[in-house]
């Protein structure tokens, strides 16, 4: 009869042995930075408003084509001026230290 921590134990060392198993059953993508392109290989994507397309070539060099749609003039509006607000500072009138008051009741006898 095994306890539950036994179980506990032996599920846990056997996650761990499978992680890198799955982790090695990852298909590749087929889309790399260079790397598995073979001849012929196309791939088009979008960086902006430019289409950028890429054909590989039997050697592993590429030729790139972009095309970039013109949106036209950007026009920015000058920076709005920084406000400032003044900040109170108060005035207290000008006071004395008294120093030290002792005040209390003598009785002699």
Sequence with gaps: MTTPSTRLLV???GTLLLAPVLA???PPHGRGHGKGHGPGHKESYWDGPCKI???WKKNGDFDEKRKCKDHGPVGYGPAPAPAYVPVPVPVYPAQRDPGVVI???VRLP
């Design 24 to 26: 090695l059953a990852d």
């Design 53 to 55: 397309e890429r054909k």
């Design 11 to 13: 599920g846990f060392a």
């Design 103 to 105: 005040q209390g009741t």
